[in-house]
């Protein structure tokens, strides 16, 4: 599945759920669009979900109302922005671009029914109790991505086969950034294959991350599924070319910014994307007497 039909899917819980109940044109339900990402990254998210709301009869400005929040990366804006929704009183947060998003809308309502969409365990998130019957008025869709992060890593090993240490990028901050990481370095100790973790969740710690690279003559990076490194692919990839470093990234949007490393003397594109080589959950949408 790829990331306009995981958004698609995202669009089609929405729309079964609350907004099915706003059926006389004379209501004008508003829903809340709240992103990790910046809104720079509003086009390619948009389009499939306002595809989707289409399907289902709805259109933005005709018979909906969309409020949206860019939290552009900096997860400490996200709580801010979800509580703004809330006081706006609309009908549905659709909490978008990952696990912070969902977890800042929930801790915001409960309410007020949230969708979500991450690449993370939303059990072991905090985010339902059940995927089957989640709780509350929280539901959404996710792929498992946290386990492909050690595909990315034998795909990176296979290509740099010299690199006798693999650095791995993860967002602390961010629950299931630090959940792939957990997953790679205990597939890494398993094959006996050196790494070395860094954390960064500023630009500043993107900067101090690649210098050690340089440093430390590290091999190659695999950058973690992370919305504020997405949002920040421009300077990873700048960072990774300046230093010869080989990069693997989660998502395809880096190889489309020209995120290609060098391996066996050849161009080779090293963005895993997720779209392609994930499996999805999809939970019941809540029912608005719920």
């Given at each position: 599945m790829d990331r306009r039909k995981f958004i698609r899917v995202v669009t089609n819980v929405v729309a079964a759920g609350p907004l099915a109940s706003f059926a006389q044109p004379a209501s004008m339900p508003v829903i809340g669009f709240l992103s990790s990402l910046g809104s720079s990254d509003r086009a390619s998210l948009m389009l499939p979900f306002n595809e989707g709301l289409q399907e289902a009869g709805y259109v933005d400005g005709r018979n909906l109302a969309i409020e949206y929040r860019w939290a552009e990366g900096q997860y400490g804006r996200l709580p801010a922005l979800a509580a703004d929704l809330v006081r706006r009183q609309v009908v549905l947060i659709a909490a978008i671009s990952g696990t912070p998003a969902g977890l800042a809308?929930?801790?915001?309502?409960?309410?007020?029914?949230?969708?979500?969409?991450?690449?993370?365990?939303?059990?072991a998130e905090g985010l339902v109790t059940s995927l089957s019957r989640p709780s509350g008025n929280v539901t959404g869709v996710t792929f498992f991505t946290a386990q492909m992060g050690t595909k990315r890593l034998e795909l990176l090993r296979e290509l740099v086969p010299e690199a006798t240490t693999i650095a791995l990028l993860m967002n602390r901050s961010n629950p299931a950034s630090a959940s792939e990481g957990t997953h790679v370095q205990a597939a890494a100790e398993a094959i006996g294959q050196r790494t070395r973790v860094f954390g960064a969740s500023t630009e500043d710690d993107i900067d101090r991350t690649f210098a050690a690279l340089a440093q430390q003559r590290i091999g190659a990076i695999l950058v973690s599924a992370d919305p504020f490194f997405l949002d920040r692919r421009n300077k990873?990839?700048?960072?990774?070319?300046?230093?010869?470093?080989?990069?693997?990234?989660?998502?395809?949007?880096?190889?489309?910014?020209?995120?290609?490393?060098?391996?066996?003397?050849?161009?080779?594109?090293?963005?895993?994307?997720?779209q392609h080589s994930s499996s999805s959950s999809i939970s019941k949408p809540p029912k608005l007497s719920d």
């Open positions: 809308a929930k801790a915001a309502t409960t309410t007020i029914p949230i969708v979500f969409a991450v690449g993370s365990d939303p059990i990873l990839i700048a960072l990774a070319a300046a230093h010869a470093v080989p990069a693997i990234y989660a998502d395809r949007e880096y190889a489309e910014a020209g995120g290609f490393s060098r391996a066996r003397n050849r161009p080779t594109y090293l963005s895993s994307s997720r």
